[in-house]
């Protein structure tokens, strides 16, 4: 049986949302990943079989090389689920400028 892990628990450590930027502009492979972090190529390759059980990273095998590609669609889903909370907060944060606006004209009267 596969285990799945949850995408937002991946997404919520730094060093993995910096693979996800470094492989979204290009495939790569683990070493070239590791390449561009000060950490072991085992923590590395961690971090990106964690990306890989959550579907934000595809492995594809070219000749002896794996390479690993960015999943757009799966960034997608992730991005769909937050939309609703990112215009609730946006219309939170327009009332709360219009209630500032207010308070400022008062005090400059």
């Known amino acids: 049986m596969e285990t799945r892990r949850d995408v937002f628990q991946a997404i919520a ?4 949302r910096a ?3 470094l ?7 683990p070493g070239t990943i590791a390449e561009n972090f000060d950490a072991t190529r085992q923590t590395i390759s961690r971090h990106i079989r ?3 059980e959550c579907d934000l990273l595809e492995q594809k095998q070219q000749g002896r090389e794996i390479l690993y ?3 757009p669609d799966k960034m997608k889903e992730v991005s769909d689920f937050i939309e609703p909370f ?5 219309a939170r944060f327009d009332q709360l400028e219009a209630v500032m606006k207010q308070y400022q004209s008062k ?3």
């Open 19 to 21: 693979i996800l930027s």
């Open 69 to 71: 590609y960015f999943n």
């Open 107 to 109: 005090n400059k009267s």
């Open 23 to 29: 492989v979204a502009a290009g495939a790569m492979t």
């Open 86 to 90: 990112r215009k609730m907060w946006e």
């Open 13 to 16: 450590d730094p060093t993995r």
């Open 50 to 52: 964690i990306l890989n």
